[in-house]
């Protein structure tokens, strides 16, 4: 069965503006309702900031005051600071060279003697010297590269990382074998 | 209007009606009037989004911002007093810190103290020194940042590998801070000195010149209860101290009268005769003593005393 309408068409056109009035009605008031919430959310957002952060310089004005009142102990600390600072860095960089005599004395063979030797550029040290033969250099310059060398200090076997013999030749005069050899340092075992 | 039969008409139920003049006014006033609450809701809505909303949104990050940093420089500021009422209750560890770490690393290059320090340790290792000369240097460039300044001093001296070794201990373990820069040595070549070495050492001692402000907002970073620092500060506190010092005193002494000079003077001719000179030698000094005393004779005489503890 058929609905049928009989409600007039200017009542039907008075219902949908009533309903388009009360619909933006509501919708207007409840975006208004909201956009005052958020609105309200940040003013007090932002009050309380304010106030917080009028409070946090009220607590600074006072904490400059008390510390200004401890100038002498502040100067004291910061020349303690800084003199600290710079000889922590000085000492963590500084190079122990009695350690490197130690452990490269511990290396010499008795049928080697050293006749030079000189601290040289990029970590290395230059030694010449004449050992007994050609074994007691080679004895010698393995003895420098061993990693593993059984007399080394704690921590100290890899202290010569590489050793390079640049030159070797027999003494005729006093029948030696003379040589010269360059050897790398980890600086970082010395310190 | 005919319609043909057969045909349904199509009569409109209503009939356009054209609009009155002066009713259009009239209608939008009315629509006005019906959306009177929604347009003032949204008028205000605008104007509370323009007015409060959006500035409060541009400012409210920058407040957070301004609110962050105060509550940090308040933090700061707390653990800065929490450090220096520390420091204020240990004002005597500090003083003394400082002290033990200012003997480590000088605030003057000091040279002769430190010229005199290295020529102890080098004999005290059996080394024999000699060359000692000096020159002031500037730090290496990586350590420019740190801003010392070095003394340089270049040994030349003789011992034995032992000996060497030992110097370089005791150099390590000395308490002004005296690094080695390089070192090189060769083997004596005559037949007597078999086992003894010329070494060379370039040494370099820093020193730091410290005048620290206080200032009020930047944080004390030194800690006197630091694992670090007290292990640093023990390091330190076993290395050997040279009281090396040059106290110079000036006393003022009674004024001396001419007569106890010109007996002075004449001690002093009879003490040159004896010491074998020549008579022109003699004649010579005694003419400047004569031109000493005449100046003398026109003003008093104050001696000054130096002792050098």
Excluded: C, W
């Excluded at chain 1, 008795?110 to 030797?117: D, P």
């Excluded at chain 1, 004449?130 to 100290?156: M, R």
């Excluded at chain 2, 005791?170 to 005296?178: G, H, P």
């Excluded at chain 2, 022109?280 to 008093?300: N, T």
């Amino acid at each position: 069965m058929a609905n049928i309408n009989l409600i007039p068409q200017s009542e039907k056109q008075e219902q949908v503006k009533q309903k388009a009035v009360k619909t933006s009605t509501v919708l207007a008031i409840v975006l208004f309702l909201i956009v005052g919430a958020i609105g309200g959310y940040m003013f007090y957002q932002s009050t309380t900031i304010n106030k917080q952060i009028a409070s946090h310089e009220d607590n600074i004005s006072n904490l400059r005051g008390d510390i200004q009142r401890l100038e002498a102990i502040e100067i004291s600390a910061r020349n303690l600071g800084q003199r600290y600072s710079t000889l922590k860095e000085l000492l963590s960089s500084r190079n122990y060279y009695s350690i490197l005599m130690e452990e490269f004395e511990k290396r010499i063979p008795s049928t080697v003697e050293i006749e030079t030797f000189g601290i040289g550029r990029g970590n290395t040290i230059n030694v010449s010297g004449t050992g007994a033969d050609y074994i007691a250099i080679a004895k010698f310059v393995n003895d420098l590269a061993n990693s593993n060398f059984p007399q080394a200090g704690e921590g100290l076997g890899g202290v010569f990382t590489d050793v390079a013999l640049n030159s070797v030749n027999l003494d005729a005069q006093t029948n030696k074998a003379r040589f010269f050899i360059v050897v790398t340092l980890d600086e970082a075992l010395l310190r | 209007m005919e319609v043909p039969q057969g045909q349904l008409s199509e009569i409109p139920l209503t009939t356009p009606t054209a609009p009155v003049a002066g009713e259009q006014p009239s209608k939008i006033k009315d629509t006005l009037l019906n959306f009177i609450v929604p347009i003032v809701a949204l008028g205000l809505t605008a104007a509370l989004f323009f007015v409060i909303i959006y500035p409060t949104m541009k400012k409210l990050p920058i407040l957070r911002e301004e609110l962050q940093a105060k509550s940090t420089l308040e933090n700061q500021l707390r653990t800065k007093l929490a450090n220096l009422n520390k420091l204020l209750d240990f004002e005597t560890v500090v003083e003394e810190n400082a002290s033990v770490l200012e003997r480590v690393l000088v605030s003057n290059a000091t040279v002769p103290e430190l010229l005199t320090q290295v020529d102890i340790i080098a004999k005290n290792s059996g080394l024999s020194v000699n060359k000692l000369s000096y020159s002031f240097g500037e730090a290496t460039e990586a350590d420019a940042l740190l801003s010392y300044s070095v003394v340089n001093i270049s040994l030349g001296a003789v011992g034995n590998y032992s000996q060497v070794e030992t110097f370089l201990t005791n150099l390590e373990n000395s308490a002004r801070l005296v690094d080695v820069s390089t070192y090189r040595f060769a083997a004596e070549n005559s037949e007597d000195t078999v086992g003894l070495f010329n070494v060379t050492f370039i040494l370099s001692s820093p020193y730091l010149t410290v005048e620290s402000t206080a200032v009020t907002d930047d944080p004390v970073n030194v800690d006197i209860s630091d694992p670090e620092f007290i292990e640093l500060l023990d390091k330190v506190k076993k290395f050997r101290f040279f009281d090396i010092s040059v106290d110079t005193q000036f006393e003022d002494l009674e004024e001396s009268t001419q007569e106890e000079l010109e007996g002075t003077l004449e001690e002093g001719e009879e003490v040159l005769q004896t010491e074998g000179l020549t008579d022109e030698e003699i004649q010579a000094l005694i003419s400047e003593s004569d031109a000493i005393e005449e100046e003398l004779a026109d003003e008093p005489v104050v001696e000054e005393e130096v002792t050098t503890e």
